[in-house]
């Protein structure tokens, strides 16, 4: 068995399981946000039980539409708030932050558990050797009255960064162009484990980005390596690390990587640096120290959202925020907003951003036919600065950094 | 189980879930994601033209993205009777199966764009996993659900077998 087969196999209390092994797993966390929750909860009243399988396990974060956007957001609230009160599940509604990141920071799971969550970024816990399963709102249900779910044991590939990153490329950049080398449809309904040395020197924030983007490759599982002998897999695919540039995912799919020099010098509107995917500390480190001193170009509207109020605290004490908002960029509360079109800085027809989130779709922050580039805090600020795309490498040869 | 009948909608490869239904209509009440159907998509006004029963045909990956159940519940209120699809991303074809909608994959989707007209009236038997195209007599093999989700589908959706297990342990109390 494979780390992955080990640890379902462990929590099913079974010797052994393989690939396409249907299965019943106990859960360890169930959770969702404000706009899956609400369409699980009604399933859950149709099923008629009386409770939920473990209300310390079950948990619900208001991150997508925070402060509500609508008045129909504000009822999804309130119909998060009322399960709550009646069933005394784990509530956070005071804008603490992104799900993915609020329940990694609360330490609500550890390595070896099985988490199940209604969005589709719920892979973000792989990187700390979860196994974290995304589901609809049904399912969502199901697994809250039953304390288990049922699935079929996934084929688990490896992913292999072996060498040195070259000076300017980020965990974003890695993730990007492994989105690019695989397709949207790469490895769909597999596990996909992350290793190699480059990914293994990571720090956790940067494992998060790559784990985060997983399912971008439509996979079930997402792992990065802990260290653990992993066993044997479907197939391992070596990448080295020094082949790899400073990417853009161009639009409208985050498989659309490309390195940032073929498309250096695209006049932006709008650049937005937070999300589950690159919105930690870390990242705000990054952008910070690009745009310490600088002004964001007239003609870009910036916005930065923090991953959790907690980074947003910490980006208070270490003057990051002042930074950003001297150099005109907006400071926006925790959460979803931008990242996935309700509010918090829609763009219309002929915007083009460039954004450290994780979907570029068409239509994914407003308008269809506005253009998203996804790339690393880095690209993004630096961008942000200029008002065109810009590869991040060439400043630092210019000796910006 | 009911054969699908109704007319074709083409649509291509890697439709997300945000060109099924945007970001900004997933907090609308549940009873009108129905008019928010592929909104996103290169049929924006698919809502006015589609009828009960129709069938979409699709390319690889339908459906990848959000977990959004919103996404094949707007389908379905639409009044989408079944999709079929070179392959369907993962959350999106559970979704379906635990809500009802049938989805199914089938290898001739390119013979199919070849033969069939978009409006043409086609007939789908899921449980058999065939497909009639009604003008021309012709049939096309489709790929036979799982038993497990087949059973889901005729069980009308995922929370009716949750209540059968729950009933088994004694822990629903629904007489």
Do not use: W
């Not at chain 1, 937005?272 to 007239?298: H, P």
């Not at chain 1, 509360?333 to 460039?354: I, R």
């Amino acid at each position: 068995m494979n780390i992955i087969e080990r640890i379902i196999a462990d929590k099913a209390r079974v010797p052994s399981v393989k690939a396409k092994d249907e299965i019943t797993v106990p859960v360890d966390l169930v959770m969702a946000h404000d706009v899956t929750g609400p369409m699980a909860i009604e399933q859950f009243y149709r099923i008629g039980t009386a409770k939920v399988f473990d209300r310390e396990k079950v948990v619900f974060v208001i991150d997508h539409n925070i402060p509500s956007s609508s008045v129909d957001s504000r009822l999804q609230h309130n119909t998060l708030k009322k399960f709550y009160r009646e069933m005394g599940v784990k509530l956070y509604h005071q804008g603490d932050g992104v799900i993915h990141q609020l329940v990694a920071e609360e330490g609500l799971y550890k390595k070896g558990d099985i988490i199940v969550g209604a969005d589709s970024h719920t892979c973000t816990a792989g990187a700390f050797g979860a196994i974290a399963i995304p589901v609809g709102a049904t399912e969502m249900a199901a697994v809250m009255a039953l304390g288990t779910i049922d699935i079929e044991v996934p084929a688990t590939y490896l992913i292999e960064v072996k060498g040195s990153l070259n000076p300017g490329v980020f965990a974003k950049d890695v993730i990007l162009y492994i989105i690019s080398k695989f397709g949207t449809g790469g490895f769909t309904d597999t596990a996909v484990i992350f290793g190699g040395d480059a990914i293994r020197r990571m720090s956790y924030d940067e494992k998060m980005t790559i784990s985060n983007m997983a399912i971008e490759m439509g996979a079930m599982i997402s792992y990065v390596d802990q260290g653990d002998d992993i066993g044997e897999v479907e197939e391992t695919f070596a990448i080295d690390a020094s082949e790899i540039e400073p990417q853009v995912a161009c639009p409208y799919s985050p498989g659309n990587g490309r390195p940032v020099r073929e498309v250096e010098g695209t006049p932006i509107s709008q650049v937005i640096i937070g999300s589950c995917t690159n919105g930690r500390l870390s990242d705000m480190e990054i952008a910070a120290r690009v745009l310490e001193g600088k002004k964001v170009a007239d003609t870009v509207t910036m916005i930065v959202v923090p991953a959790s109020k907690r980074i947003a605290q910490q980006m208070d004490e270490k003057g990051f925020t002042k930074i950003f908002r001297k150099a005109g960029a907006i400071v926006v509360n925790p959460g979803c907003g931008p990242c996935f079109g309700a509010h918090q800085g829609l763009l219309c027809e002929d915007d083009v951003a460039v954004s450290t989130t994780n979907r570029n779709f068409p239509g994914r922050m407003g308008h269809k036919k506005a253009k998203v580039y996804l790339a690393s805090p880095r690209t993004a600020a630096e961008s942000a600065i200029a008002g065109y795309i810009v590869n991040s490498e060439s400043h630092l040869q210019r000796g910006v950094d | 189980m009911e054969k699908v009948k109704g007319c074709v909608f083409f649509l291509g490869d890697d439709i997300d879930t945000d060109q099924i239904l945007p970001g900004y209509a997933m907090s609308v009440p549940a009873s009108q994601l129905g008019q928010y159907a592929l909104k996103g998509s290169s049929i924006p006004d698919f809502v006015e033209k589609v009828q009960s029963g129709d069938v979409i045909i699709a390319g690889r990956n339908f459906g990848c993205g959000s977990s959004r159940e919103q996404a094949p519940e707007a389908l379905k209120q639409a009044g989408v009777g079944a999709i079929v699809a070179d392959s369907f991303a993962m959350i999106f074809r559970k979704n379906s199966i635990n809500i009802g909608l049938p989805i199914i994959t089938s290898e001739c989707i390119d013979e199919l764009k070849k033969d069939i007209s978009e409006g043409d009236v086609v007939e789908v038997d899921i449980e058999e996993g065939k497909l009639l195209h009604v003008k021309s007599g012709k049939t096309y093999e489709l790929n036979k659900l799982s038993p497990q989700a087949l059973a889901i589908i005729k069980a009308g959706g995922l929370i009716n077998r949750v209540r059968e297990i729950l009933r088994e342990r004694g822990e629903l109390d629904d007489h």
